[in-house]
């Protein structure tokens, strides 16, 4: 994926657990759209609403720390994010995003220098830019480059099985 | 004229010679019980529209949580949070976790010839042990609370002369449903269900209880029963003695009065959506059921769990029913543990809590949902009393509700398959 | 050159000599676990991915345990959904409230050593204690694998943890994991196995075992795993193969780092608000104030856990306006403790005891809390906002510290807990 796009960014702290993305008790809710509203809000309550399509989150380091409930990138993706950028992430979340779709680059430099509301510009497989400076990224393996590229894991296995 | 017994409790706390039904009184209150339900509001109120707060009588107060324990919310917890800080700085009786608030009454407080303000509906109960209990709001509460004392209109009585003995596999929950069923919600409107009769001595101090705590279902602002030796017995165990025994007058006058045959009642249900509609078990059989609740103020006893326990002994619970287990108290827990009944509703697959409303209040513990069917040994079952509005909740005695949890349908004991 | 554990298991299972850290590789599942809270989920993406079958109905398990007994309305949804889906795909492994997932994996017989398991929960780690690879998994990976009862994964590099010597009579293996946890940090192993090895190891029950093999992805682990020995074939009812016997790290396999503890170094510890790795010795927090205290959950809820307890409780009352909520692992461990008079000891001491499942620790009901409190729990998580809200805090401890806390109402270190 040749791909660059500029977003507005979001910065979060060391080890955002799953509950924080999305609190237990919300997850008897119905749907992703039910849910996506209290995102985030132990910590700032205030964050889910102000998110717009295209923005990224960048945050720290072990990122989706905690539960293996798979809400927590798919609300990350319901609200818009284009990309979590993070200095790392834990590994179920990182599975569950690569499952959804949702996008994860890591780097381990890039959030000491952004503030709320700063712009940069991803340039995804190589790095990203932000107040001229480069931060070096990497592709993901093949693998789940495939998965991505088939538009998720649920799309992959309809392919398998003859759908669509 | 003679006095009921009502009259008499009322008029001792009225500090009078005598009073008649339709008079008002000023009363002293003995005791004065609060939960979790509504304490918070009472205090909230007592900071906030008192010009000067102030408690009469703290020995008189007790508070209880029973409504939502465990927590089921970080409201809850602040409610609870409130009236245990208030009940501490003020060294209020204060049980937390110990059992439904009737229960915990029953054991530890209430004696014969006491008048009693509950800020809850089933504060009738402590009749069966002749005590005068109503239930209040937290309004007529926190008055209680801070005067000793409350107005009272005094009520008519409606008078039940029970005979003879419940049949084999038919109990007081039966008898109580058919008596509501038969002068109906409203049937006692303000009035005294007062129970006597030669019946009364086939009946222990758990029926006794079972059929005081309903008598707000049929409207009444109390029940009352005379203190014989089986209730003199249950007194002396706990180490309490009465403030006083009072019977009603030969010459009393009573608005009705009926006269029930105890041997004639049979197993009964109450149908969705009301407590007054009563039919005979057999006539609600093979409704297919989610959930069976044995518990609650109503029939969380010994004698309950020891009916349960054996229809349920070397069978399973249905796998698609969910049956809770509640006892009432701390107590009835451990007594139940102590006979190995725990242990027989934890091998048939019942789900068993801590002494809490739990189901019967159906705010946070085995709420039912959508379409579901629950049978209950609670005290009600308005639209919507166990969860989702779309439910229905049918009322019956323990054993009923446990055949029916074994057979996953409305049952009764004696035709449950081995 | 000799391999780690979990390179052996990946290798068995794949058919391959060996495997290395790094490798991509399919590997064939032994069981999955799913659970009530994401049944809906994992049954909607299954469906939508167009299957029709599950690959092998007796490899899947389903246990209600979040929402046992349910607390809000449309909880029961999950039920309808989950018996719905059981029963159109043949799945008779059901466990409607029997207790918490992880408990009954092993309790109920489903991971043997050497399996390969993945459940829909992150504390899937837990079968590791009986040699197994075991692994959370989010429902549309599940959803996958009950089509084709294979999954992609990475092998992963081990961690070595040795501990030695014998554990001071007030510290549990609760203790040394948050000691671990708090030395590593949350992300310390993140991506690696957690292999446990050295004499206290030996020494301790499976159930001791369980609870360090629970909590291991609290510092990111993949998985955790012990050797199967003796005490795993009574815990299993089994008899080991040799190849089961030969799951040990061997002598000359590679490892990204090694850790070792002397046991008698240990102290009993606290994970303090609101972090994992928060770590300090109870000693130093001795004295703060609490409101509650909560013994259960997948880590610390066993019939040893539920005894430890007793021992410290019998004969004495919680400290008044304290409440100590007791939730039981499973429905045999809660008839274990009626037999042998635990529960009677815990009752009387005033615990507020409820029924096999969850409870707190998931932090939907069961002794929810608010501002300003604080609760000293046996658990796994005290993230912000866990049990109540943001400003509740949660001192995770062991059985013991809990008890003891319990009693005096103050965080208090245990004197002694040995059964």
Known sequence: ?164 | ?418 | MGQTIIEKIIARNTGMDTVKPGDIVTVQVDRVMIHDIFIPFVAEKFEEMGFTKIWDPDKAVLIYDHLVPASQVEDTRHFRIGDAFAEKYGMNNVHRSDGICHQLMTEAGYVKPGNVVFGTDSHTTTYGCVGAFSSGIGYTEMASILGTGTMWIKVPETIRVVIEGTLPSNVTSKDMILRLIGDLGADGATYRALEFAGDTVEAMSVSSRMTMANMAVECGAKCALFTPDEKTEEYCGISLTDAERGLVGDADAAYCREIRYQAEELVPVLACPSQVDHIEPVSKLAGTKIDQVFIGSCTNGRLEDLMMAASILKGKRVAPYVKLIVTPASRLIYQQAVGNGTMEILSKAGAVITHPGCGLCCGRTGGILSDGERVVATNNRNFLGRMGTSKVEIYLASPATAAASALTGTIMEPEACRL
């Open chain 2, 1 to 418: 004229m003679g006095m009921t017994m009502a009259e008499k409790i009322i008029a001792s706390a009225a500090g009078v010679e005598s009073v008649r039904a339709g008079d008002i009184h000023t009363v002293e209150l003995d005791r004065l019980m609060s939960n979790d339900g509504t304490t918070h509001l009472t205090i909230d109120m007592y900071h906030q529209k008192l010009k000067h707060p102030r408690i009469a009588d703290i020995r008189k107060l007790v508070w209880i949580i029973d409504h939502n324990i465990p927590a089921d919310s970080p409201k809850t917890a602040a409610s609870h949070k409130k009236m245990r800080d208030f009940a501490r700085a003020h060294e209020i009786d204060f049980w937390e976790g110990k059992g439904v608030c009737h229960q915990i009454m029953m054991e530890n407080y209430v004696r014969p010839g006491e008048l009693i303000f509950g800020a809850d509906s089933h504060t009738c109960t402590y009749g069966a042990l002749g005590a005068f209990g109503t239930g209040v709001g937290c309004t007529d509460y926190l008055y209680a609370m801070v005067t000793g004392k409350s107005w009272l209109l005094v009520p008519e009585t409606i008078r039940f002369n029970l005979k003879g003995k419940l049949p084999e596999g038919v109990y007081a929950r039966d008898l109580i449903l058919t008596i509501i069923g038969k002068i109906g919600a409203n049937g006692a409107n303000y009035k005294v269900m007062e129970f006597v009769g030669e019946g009364m001595k086939s009946l222990a101090m758990d029926d006794r209880i079972a059929i005081c705590n309903l008598c707000v279902e049929a409207g009444a602002k109390t029940a009352l029963m005379e203190v014989d030796e089986i209730a003199m017995e249950y007194l002396k165990a706990r180490g309490r003695e009465p403030k006083v025994s009072v019977q009603s007058d030969a010459d009393a006058v009573f608005t009705e009065e009926y006269t029930f045959d105890l041997c004639q009642i049979v197993s009964i249900v109450a149908k969705p959506d009301f407590v007054d509609a009563v039919v005979p078990a057999e006539e609600a059989l093979g409704v297919k059921i989610d959930e069976a609740f044995l518990g609650s103020c109503n029939n969380g006893r010994l004698s309950d769990l020891r009916v349960g326990a054996m229809i349920l002994k070397g069978r399973k619970v249905h796998p698609h029913v969910r049956f809770l287990v509640v006892p009432a108290s701390q107590e009835v827990y451990e007594a139940a543990l102590a006979e190995g009944l725990i242990g027989i509703f934890m091998e048939a697959g019942a789900i068993v809590m801590n002494p809490n409303c739990s189901v019967c209040w159906g705010s946070c513990q085995g709420v039912i949902g959508a379409g579901e069917v629950l049978i209950s040994t609670g005290t009600r079952n308005f639209k919507g009393r166990a969860g989702h509005p779309d439910s229905k909740v049918y009322l019956a005695s323990a054993a009923t509700v446990t055949a029916s949890a074994a057979a996953g349908e409305i049952m009764t004991a004696d035709r449950l398959k081995a």
């Open chain 1, 1 to 164: 994926m040749a791909e660059t796009f500029t977003a507005r960014v979001w910065v979060l702290g060391d080890d955002i657990d799953t509950d924080i993305i999305i609190p237990t008790e919300y997850l008897a809710l119905k749907t992703i759209d039910d849910m996506k509203q209290y995102a985030f809000s132990p910590l700032c309550p205030e964050l889910a609403a102000q998110i717009r399509p295209g923005d990224v989150i960048v945050a720290g380091k072990n990122f989706g720390c905690g539960s293996s409930r798979e809400q927590a990138p798919e609300i990350i993706k319901a609200l818009g994010i284009r990309c979590v950028i993070a200095k790392s992430f834990a590994r179920i979340f990182f599975r569950n995003a690569i499952n959804n779709g949702l996008l994860l680059v890591e780097n381990p430099t890039l959030r000491d220098a952004v503030s709320e509301g700063d712009e940069v510009q991803v340039e995804l497989g190589r790095a990203i830019l932000h107040q001229g400076k480069e931060y070096r990224i990497a592709s993901l393996p093949q693998n789940l480059r495939d998965i991505i590229n088939a538009g998720g894991l649920v799309k992959a296995m309809r392919r398998r099985n003859g759908l669509d």
